[in-house]
Nanobody, 122 residues
Framework: QVQVVESGGGSVQAGGSLRLSCVVS????????MAWFRQAPGKEREGVAA????????IYADSVKGRFTISQDNAQNTVHLQMNSLKPEDTAMYYC???????????????WGQGTQVTVSS
């Protein structure tokens, strides 16, 4: 059984930083894509960043390029999202997902976490 568990959300003022973490267990394939999505109230889910484990390659939404960094620790089956220069529009529930292919569209990901809330105040 695959489990995806996020942590690290919270509240921060604009310009601040947060680091999200996600641990995946039970996923049997060594090579995988791990990704972060977010959804704000009343808005559609948005792909934020994704990274493939082998060979490593990353993709980012234009809205977060230069501010967010995704990284994986394959030995720990963990993915992090370092979020710097946060803006109020980054406020959302952030979800971690894992699957065989990388994209910022959610349809390629079968396994999802429950989400962690990020709130950025102005």
């Amino acid at each position: 059984q695959v489990q995806v568990v996020e942590s690290g959300g919270g509240s921060v003022q604009a310009g601040g930083s947060l680091r999200l973490s996600c641990v995946v267990s039970g996923y049997i394939y060594r090579n995988k894509c791990m990704a972060w999505f977010r959804q704000a109230p009343g808005k559609e889910r948005e792909g934020v960043a994704a990274q493939y484990s082998g060979p490593s390659s990353s993709i980012y939404a234009d809205s977060v390029k230069g501010r967010f960094t995704i990284s994986q620790d394959n030995a720990q089956n963990t993915v992090h999202l370092q979020m710097n220069s946060l803006k109020p529009e980054d406020t959302a529930m952030y979800y971690c997902a894992v699957g065989p292919f990388c994209s910022l569209g959610g349809n390629t990901f079968r396994y999802w976490g429950q989400g962690t809330q990020v709130t950025v105040s102005s």
